[in-house]
Nanobody
């Protein structure tokens, strides 16, 4: 089992920044690709960003590319999501996820409990 705990959400004005963190425990962190997903109000969960086990490869949804940056610190068992130039449409619950697969589409084996991000206009 892998336990994932997100933090760093909150209320921010449009144009502002937030950094989300996700601390992992339970199994070797570098055995997992890590990802961030979000669920806007009244909508389905959607992919935001993913990072490879070693951190050398990243992927982003078109809606956040150029504004968000995913990174990881394997020594701290933590993955981050730096969110800049936030827009009201970024308002959502943000979830951290871990995937044991090396290649292929991201498919979460484990999920965090989520952290709320609200962007006011």
């Amino acid at each position: 089992q892998v336990q994932l705990v997100e933090s760093g959400g909150g209320l921010v004005q449009a144009g502002g920044s937030l950094r989300l963190s996700c601390a992992a425990s339970g199994r070797p962190f570098n055995n997992y690709r890590m990802g961030w997903f979000r669920q806007p109000p009244g909508k389905e969960r959607e992919f935001v960003a993913a990072i490879s086990r070693g951190g050398g490869s990243t992927r982003y949804a078109d809606s956040v590319a150029g504004r968000f940056t995913i990174s990881r610190d394997n020594a701290k068992n933590t993955v981050y999501l730096q969110m800049n130039s936030l827009k009201p449409e970024d308002t959502a619950i943000y979830y951290c996820a871990a995937d044991s697969r090396v290649i292929g589409d991201f498919s979460a084996d484990y999920w965090g409990q989520g952290t709320q991000v609200t962007v006011s206009s």
